[in-house]
């Protein structure tokens, strides 16, 4: 009960979970299409256009948070990762923008905004900001596993001793199976990367759809929101889980 009250008390965990709700209505209208009635859909579908509008207020001083989250990337010991989170983090950050442009719009306060021009633009630069996080990811994954595999060559385990490999005819099945381990052996090790990568993955769907690049389904959408926005309470009620920085 106290992790809960604290996730509620705070601005980001009240946003998750608004966002989870959201993207269960998206997954639940899909679901329930051909069965349901037609008041039951709009009922879910207002429920999820109300909740996508309060989570506009939760958002509005992310810009902030983005901006010192970049200056927090820049000290990061790592090439890569201060080179991917930074960039990363300056996409995050016009999104941010893009999002409170938006917001003003719909709450009428401006007139002269072009809504197509700047959801096109906030689309992107989230598309940006995922697409670099996701190579961080990889990156992260790579050293895991190379240390995985270090550790096993050092320990003196002879590959003839793995009964994956033994079970295996197939060199490209063999050599995929044996991929497959070793990636899920480094992220069973690494489970703040393991969520943040499954989070950073379901989320890139969304901007891949709004942008025309791949499209996806709504229930496709809704279920991966759903699993990003579950893996973001996650790492909001056990702050330990959350992928550091530096």
């Known amino acids: 009960m106290d992790a809960f009250i604290r996730f509620a008390n705070q601005t980001q965990g009240r946003d998750r979970l608004f966002r989870a709700t959201q993207y269960t209505c998206m997954l639940l209208r899909y679901l329930l299409e051909p ?7 709009m009922k879910l579908k207002k429920l999820e256009s109300s909740v996508s ?24 010991t790592d090439l890569v990762p201060r080179l991917c989170l930074t960039l ?5 950050v016009v999104y941010f923008i893009c999002d409170t442009v ?20 906030a689309a992107r630069h989230y598309y940006y900001f995922l ?9 992260e994954i790579s050293l895991q596993m190379a240390q995985v595999t270090h550790e096993r060559a050092k320990g003196g385990k002879s590959s003839s001793r793995d009964p994956l490999r033994q079970s295996v005819a197939d060199e ?19 489970p703040p990367l393991f969520l943040d990568t499954v989070k950073n993955f379901c989320d890139i769907l969304i901007p891949l759809d709004q ?6 389904t709504v229930g496709v959408i809704g279920l991966g929101g759903l699993v990003s926005s579950v893996a973001g ?10 992928l550091k920085t530096c």
Not at 234 to 241: F, G, R
């Open 211 to 216: 942008l025309g690049i791949y499209k996806s």
């Open 102 to 121: 938006l917001w003003v719009k719909n709450v009428g306060l401006a007139s002269g905004i072009n809504k197509e021009k700047w959801q096109m633009w």
């Open 172 to 190: 490209e099945t063999e050599w995929l199976q044996s991929f497959l381990l070793l990636l899920f052996r480094s992220l069973k090790r690494h």
């Open 53 to 76: 509008t309060g989570r506009k207020w939760f958002r509005l001083g992310n810009v902030v948070h983005a901006i010192q989250a970049t200056e927090q990337s820049i000290h990061a």
């Open 233 to 242: 309470i996650i790492t909001v009620v056990y702050p330990h889980l959350k």
């Open 35 to 41: 069965k349901a009635g037609e008041d039951v859909l």
């Open 131 to 139: 697409l670099l996080s996701l190579a961080r990811d990889l990156y």
């Open 88 to 92: 990363a983090n300056l996409n995050r």
